[in-house]
């Protein structure tokens, strides 16, 4: 079994800025895709940012590109969210999936996720 578990979200003012963190542990699996998707009470669970394990690629939302960026640490099997310049439309439950497989970095279709981490934003 696999676990991913969120971490780092919280109450921040517009503006301000958040690090989440995802932490794989269980069962040894091939990480190809780490996503991180979120959801706003009342809307869809959307796709926010994802990192392609091999070669590094990095993709964006268009509504965070510029402001988060998704990195990792292999030695701690983390990947973090870095969130800066938030705003309202941020807030939300925050997401982090894993895939073993090739999937749609866009798509809902990953194998692993955790159970999320609520990141609000104050005016």
């Known amino acids: 079994q696999v676990q991913l578990v969120e971490s780092g979200g919280g109450l921040v003012q517009a503006g301000g800025s958040l690090r989440l963190s995802c932490a794989a542990s269980?069962?040894?699996?091939?990480?190809?895709?780490m996503g991180w998707f979120r959801q706003a009470p009342g809307k869809e669970r959307e796709f926010v940012s994802a990192l392609v394990w091999i070669g590094d690629k990095s993709y964006y939302a268009d509504s965070v590109k510029g402001r988060f960026t998704i990195s990792r640490d292999n030695a701690k099997n983390t990947v973090y969210l870095q969130m800066n310049s938030l705003e309202l439309e941020d807030t939300a439950v925050y997401y982090c999936a894993a895939a073993a497989r090739l999937v749609n970095i866009k798509s809902l279709d990953y194998d692993y996720w955790g159970q999320g981490t609520q990141v609000t934003v104050s005016s």
């Open positions: 269980g069962r040894t699996f091939t990480r190809l895709i």
